[in-house]
């Protein structure tokens, strides 16, 4: 028995550049039933199948990767973090800075 999601295909504007056009394959998430055989009978509780975008393409535009799209679409972040940015953000995290002198 063979089980299918729903499976659309859409397209997106690239997160990079705005221009590209991205395929990518929409899974709409569902209510999926799961049975567990428990002493006193069975059980059935429900368990929400998120949805799931799947980037089908590299962008023509900028040459993003689709694995790079992927990611920028899952994180919201479309620029990858220099080693500035990364001190920055533990700094602004609260961690304790030293004032000397
Ligand atoms: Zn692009």
Do not use: W
């Amino acid at each position: 028995m063979v089980g299918l999601a729903r499976h659309d295909e859409t397209e997106i504007e690239c997160p990079f550049c705005g221009k590209g056009k991205i395929r990518m394959y929409h899974k709409e998430g569902y209510l999926q039933g799961k049975t567990s055989r428990i002493a006193a009978g069975a059980k059935t509780t429900l368990h929400r199948v998120d949805d799931k975008y799947i980037v089908r393409d590299n962008c023509s535009n900028c040459g993003k990767t689709k694995e790079e799209i992927q990611r920028a679409f899952e994180t919201g972040e479309t620029k990858q973090a220099t080693h500035e940015d990364r001190l920055k953000r533990l700094r602004e995290a609260g961690l304790p800075e030293r004032v000397e002198g």
